[in-house]
C-alpha cells in the first residue's frame, strides 16, 4: 500500500513556475514508477510525466516537453514536478501516481493516486 500526498500548487502569472511534491509514505517507493497527470474542468485526465524506479529515465507529454521536469529522491519517498514558463492551459488540477508498470503514460496502469493539488495559471 502507498499513500501519496501532492503539495505545491497554487495561483501563479502566465511565464511563472510551480514546483509540485508528492510525498509518499511506505517503506516501497522505489518499486514504483511514478508520474504526473493533470486533469481540467470538462476535460479528461491526461498525462503530463513520468520517471522510472530509479530516476534514470523520464517522459513527458509533448505540451509540457522543455517546460516541466520531474524528478525522485527515493531515500525521501518523494517525486518532484517542476513547472517552469507555465501557460494557462497548464491550469488544472494535478495529481501523483504509483505504477508497477514501466514509466508508463497510461492511467489505467496506475494502482495508487494522491488526491490532486490545483495549479491555475492567470493569462
Known amino acids: 500500500q502507498v499513500q501519496l500526498v501532492e503539495s505545491g500548487g497554487g495561483l501563479v502569472q502566465a511565464g511563472g513556475s510551480l514546483r509540485l511534491s508528492c510525498a509518499a509514505s511506505g517503506r516501497t517507493f522505489s518499486s514504483y514508477s511514478m508520474g504526473w497527470f493533470r486533469q481540467a474542468p470538462g476535460k479528461e485526465r491526461e498525462f503530463v510525466a513520468a520517471i522510472n524506479r530509479s530516476g534514470g529515465s523520464t517522459y513527458y507529454a509533448d505540451a509540457v516537453k522543455g517546460r516541466f521536469t520531474i524528478s525522485r529522491d527515493n531515500a525521501k519517498n518523494t517525486v518532484i514536478l517542476q513547472m517552469n514558463s507555465l501557460k494557462p492551459e497548464d491550469t488544472a488540477v494535478y495529481y501523483c501516481?504509483?505504477?508497477?508498470?514501466?514509466?508508463?503514460?497510461?492511467?489505467?496502469?496506475?494502482?495508487?493516486w494522491g488526491q490532486g493539488t490545483q495549479v491555475t495559471v492567470s493569462s
Open positions: 501516481a504509483a505504477s508497477t508498470y514501466y514509466a508508463t503514460s497510461y492511467y489505467q496502469q496506475y494502482v495508487y
